[in-house]
């Protein structure tokens, strides 16, 4: 099936700095990616959705400005957590659509824990 | 206002038993659903979906039921197997949306 990955896998930072995440499709071009976010025991929070060639779309009282999300090519997406702070803590995962799956089946990256200090 | 729920959050069933995890939604818009389950410190993965257009789909030790009218589905794993223990979540949406709405997951234990 379709790959997609994820790197970091886990990053610890110190307050206030600011942390990439990176999240590619591997073997097929994804001109939406979507950005999740869980806490522990809890759903998968859709935060934005990543589009190729155009601004993101992010949920409602997902703050643009603190998740910066850049998708630079058709099997790249970026989300920059900036300034982060201990409350930012969490599992960020990424998914991509596949062309070639059924219909909404979502192709999820491996996650990456970040651990603000 | 959470459109996707998973009311159980845990379920404990015993190897060679049947699972049932049990989803509802409020949404009349969608009209695809879908399970995924995940292991901890992964991303999850598909495992099994319906469209509305049909009341039932299977794949194996895997099938979904789905009651429109009720606005609820339900996932069986028949069989169950200990590997089966992991967090399933079930989620849906609107062909024309593209993205997914998820439930909270339940948590799925199978002892031996």
């Known amino acids: 099936g379709a790959v997609v990955s994820q790197h970091p896998s886990r990053v610890i930072c110190k307050s206030g700095t600011s942390v990439k995440i990176e999240c590619r499709s591997l073997d097929f071009q994804a001109t939406t990616m979507f950005w999740y976010r869980q806490f522990p025991k809890k759903s998968l929070m859709l935060m934005a959705t990543?589009?190729?060639?155009?601004?993101?779309?992010?949920e409602q009282g997902v703050e643009k400005d603190k998740f910066l999300i850049n998708h630079a090519s058709l099997t790249l997406s970026t989300l920059t957590v900036t300034s982060a702070h201990p409350e930012d803590s969490s599992f960020y995962i990424c998914?991509?659509?596949?062309?070639?799956?059924?219909?909404?089946?979502?192709?999820f990256g491996p996650g990456t824990r970040l651990t603000v200090l | 206002d959470q459109q996707v729920k998973q009311n159980s959050p845990s379920l404990s069933v015993q190897e060679g038993r049947i699972s049932i995890l049990n989803c509802d939604y409020t949404?009349?818009?969608?009209?695809?659903f879908l399970w995924y389950k995940k292991y901890p410190a992964e991303g999850p993965t598909f495992l099994i979906s319906?469209?509305?257009?049909?009341d039932k789909n299977e794949d194996g030790r895997f099938t979904v039921f789905l009651n429109k009218s009720a606005k609820h589905l339900s996932l069986h794993i028949v069989p169950s197997q200990p590997g089966d223990s992991a967090v399933y979540f079930c989620a849906a949406s609107a062909t024309n949306a593209g993205k997914s709405t998820f439930g909270d997951g339940t948590t799925l234990t199978v002892k031996p």
């Open positions: 990543s589009n190729e060639g155009s601004k993101a779309t992010y």
């Open positions: 949404n009349s818009m969608f009209d695809y």
């Open positions: 319906i469209s509305s257009i049909k």
């Open positions: 998914s991509a659509p596949s062309g070639g799956g059924a219909v909404g089946t979502q192709y």
